[in-house]
């Protein structure tokens, strides 16, 4: 089958990025002609975007507005005005590299499109469109109100499938629902990512949704192991945090601790240097670098459900702390496989039984394999 995939692929996010190659790949092994549509619309270009020129426009209310037109003066506006974030833009352009090279490299585009126009226009040759995954139905974001991301584009006679979508909220609106009830009933099938969305589905009048596990968790950690070819071996052995957002003290407890008792270091993947505790920071970790880091360490502690789901695919032992438990997608994975107790633990000396947990995570994804499987033979 012919099959087009559209995603937020392009967004310096690891887990957009490798969730969107694992469903690429997954289908491909199927024996599928898989490419992924390129979108980028100008809203989330621009929220991604590592410009300086953004930062250059004078306003009105500013002394120095009467030389918004001389560059020099730009630059210093920028520069007092901006500086953190200036500095970051310079931080970040490694890491940015590393994303752009592992798109090219292992994700199958089409052409380029910046607007849902655009998408409308072409001439589709394809059995079936796939949306998803992660939060490309979130109302709070542009991206969830957007009709492209309910493939609202394409020949009717073209199959519609949602795979582990997520809308990323608890609850919608009266005008979402009514929004994306229009757009999703010309949908074949419906997987969502989180059990929340089963509940969403049903408000919205869907009532034959189906939870499956996220891409990642589709390819077999040989598959992972094919793309990040291990290179870690001369690292010293290691904690790995990955914090999301700002610094949080818990993990900062976890993960120093681990290191006291276990004489390990701690390596923090990071798109800044704000975890100064951390031995070392890496700071260009790409897509494959980020799968790499968190395979060859000997725990992992973070607010990452991407980085979570990498360990249960490795069978590394983690820690995960969240303020918000009860909506949470990092708390949906941890309950199916019953390890709630990884979650803003006190105590760091709990041992994980991975093969009921490998057994468990298994069947989930025998389930979520054959929810694929069956839309495609339809």
């Known amino acids: 089958m012919n099959i087009k995939i559209i995603t937020c692929h392009d967004v310096y996010n690891y887990g957009a990025s490798l969730q969107a190659y694992a469903l690429q790949t997954y289908l ?43 560059a020099f003066f730009r630059i210093v506006y920028a520069i007092r005005k901006y500086l953190p974030q200036l500095c970051k833009i310079v931080r970040q352009k490694g890491r940015k590299q590393a994303f752009d ?23 589709w040759v394809a059995d079936v469109f796939i949306v998803g995954s992660d939060q490309v139905w979130n109302p709070l974001f542009n991206n969830g109100r957007d009709p492209s991301y309910f493939l609202q584009f394409g020949s009717l006679e073209t199959k519609r499938v949602a795979y582990a979508a997520s ?9 979402d629902v009514k929004r ?13 990512r989180e059990t929340t969305g089963l509940r969403l589905l049903s408000n919205i009048g869907i009532l034959e949704g189906q939870h499956v596990v996220d891409p990642v968790f589709l390819l077999s950690p040989k598959d992972w192991d094919i793309l990040i070819q291990d290179r870690n071996s001369r690292v010293p052995a290691y904690v790995l945090v990955y914090n999301l957002g700002q610094v949080d003290e818990s993990i900062k407890s976890c993960a ?12 923090s993947i990071e798109d800044s240097n ?11 970790a790409g897509p494959i670098e980020f799968v790499r880091y968190i ?19 490795f069978n590394v032992p983690f820690y995960v702390f ?25 105590s760091f000396e709990m041992e994980i039984d991975w093969t009921k947990i490998n057994l468990k995570m298994g069947n989930c994804i025998k389930s979520s394999k054959k929810f694929i499987d069956d839309i495609l033979c339809l």
């Open 101 to 123: 090279r592992f798109k090219h490299a292992y994700l199958h585009l089409t052409d380029h499109y910046v607007e849902y126009k655009d998408l409308k226009d072409v001439q």
């Open 274 to 284: 704000k975890i100064k505790y951390a031995d070392k920071i890496v700071e260009n």
């Open 180 to 192: 994306m009830k229009e757009w999703l009933k010309s949908f074949s099938a419906i997987s969502v």
């Open 295 to 313: 395979k060859a360490a000997r725990y992992v502690v973070t607010n990452s459900f991407h980085a979570t789901a990498f360990s249960l695919k």
């Open 256 to 267: 120093q601790e681990l290191a006291r008792k276990h004489n390990l270091s701690i390596l």
């Open 322 to 346: 969240i303020k918000n438990v009860t909506s949470s997608r990092i708390s949906d994975v941890l309950n199916l496989v019953a390890l709630q107790e990884r979650l803003n633990a006190t």
């Open 28 to 70: 491909k092994q199927k024996g599928h002609d898989v490419e992924i549509i390129d979108y980028l619309p100008a809203y989330m270009d621009k929220a991604y975007s590592s410009n300086f020129n953004r930062y250059m426009s004078i306003p009105k209310m500013s002394p120095l507005y009467k030389y918004k037109d001389n």
């Open 167 to 175: 809308f990323g909220v608890s609850t919608l609106e009266e005008q």
